[in-house]
């Protein structure tokens, strides 16, 4: 409501007693709602200034809920690199809140959708806000050693009870971030199918993936947008855009039939192949892609 907060108030909220007692007294669902609130509401960077100016990203950005969880990473995994970006939390929200309305300004395509679509903003501020643990991972079930969850997502999921979907595609954007950038800045070298492939692990939302690294590296060199616009312009180009949708031009039952072969595991891996070949080859059809398969069969087999 752009309401200004009493200074006493704010002034206590800083406390690290208060801090502390955040964690015990505040059930996650209660943060998760109200941080929804900020952020799909009008003015989420503000809201973020207000919470890392109190000191509280640590404790509303908290990488779980559950204390049997916490508790047996701290004591059984090396938490050190996670501990590591809380402390460097706060500086990072800096340059976020410095840089993001230049960044709006710059971008009318990007300001329109953060301003048309509220679960974009909600998840493009997450990701960016995220983005220092990148990769990094925790033991998500004490029980089963092996399986680990991406912090990001833990954040988002556990820790404030955000939902499903949004805590998976905001994970994957942050932790796929070298691999994206890497393959913008490489876009003049790269096949087509890598493009695709890479577009495709976003399940339709690459535009999300798009803006939060562009805004990761246009923190600190203004100069990658051309980069991005030739990226954003190739996708268009190639007609990329929705190629989550792709399909096999063959499924595997009449593919079977026109090789005259047993269903068995070597259509798995034949799949596969088809999709990066449909990638790079567009516009080709049936014939073209049996001429394909036949060649590669010895392989596989």
């Given at each position: 409501f752009n309401f200004s907060i009493d200074e006493e108030t704010y002034?206590?909220?800083?406390?690290?007693?208060?801090?502390?007692?955040?964690?015990?007294?505040?059930?996650?669902?209660?943060?998760?709602?109200?941080?929804?609130?900020?952020?799909?509401?009008?003015?989420?960077?503000?809201?973020?200034?207000?919470?890392?100016?109190?000191?509280?990203?640590?404790?509303?950005?908290?990488?779980?809920?559950?204390?049997?969880?916490?508790?047996?990473?701290?004591?059984?995994?090396?938490?050190?690199?996670?501990?590591?970006?809380?402390?460097?939390?706060?500086?990072?929200?800096?340059?976020?809140?410095?840089?993001?309305?230049?960044?709006?300004?710059?971008?009318?395509?990007?300001?329109?959708k953060y301003d048309s679509d509220a679960v974009f903003k909600q998840n493009f501020i997450l990701g960016v806000t995220l983005a220092p643990f990148s990769t990094l991972s925790i033991i998500s079930n004490p029980k089963k050693m092996h399986n680990r969850l991406s912090v990001t997502e833990s954040i988002i999921k556990e820790g404030l009870k955000f939902g499903k979907n949004d805590a998976e595609i905001v994970a994957k954007c942050v932790d796929t971030k070298d691999q994206f950038q890497e393959t913008v800045k490489n876009i003049d070298h790269v096949k087509r199918s890598q493009v695709g492939t890479l577009l495709r692990s976003y399940y339709g939302d690459w535009q999300l993936a798009h803006y939060i690294n562009l805004s990761l590296e246009y923190f600190y060199d203004s100069n990658v947008l051309g980069r991005y616009e030739k990226f954003y312009t190739y996708v268009v180009k190639q007609d990329l855009e929705n190629c989550h949708t792709l399909k096999p031009l063959v499924d595997g039952k009449k593919l079977s039939k026109l090789l005259q072969m047993k269903p068995g595991p070597w259509m798995g891996k034949v799949n596969n192949q088809l999709l990066l070949w449909q990638l790079d080859n567009p516009g080709k059809g049936e014939e073209e892609l049996l001429e394909f398969v036949k060649r590669i069969l010895p392989d596989i087999m």
């Open positions: 002034e206590a909220m800083k406390d690290q007693e208060i801090n502390q007692a955040f964690e015990v007294k505040i059930s996650r669902e209660r943060v998760g709602v109200e941080l929804q609130k900020i952020l799909t509401g009008p003015n989420p960077l503000r809201g973020l200034h207000l919470i890392q100016g109190a000191s509280l990203e640590n404790v509303i950005f908290y990488w779980h809920n559950d204390l049997a969880v916490i508790d047996y990473n701290n004591k059984h995994t090396d938490m050190s690199d996670v501990e590591l970006v809380y402390k460097q939390l706060s500086s990072h929200i800096d340059v976020v809140l410095h840089n993001i309305p230049k960044l709006l300004q710059a971008l009318p395509h990007l300001k329109e």
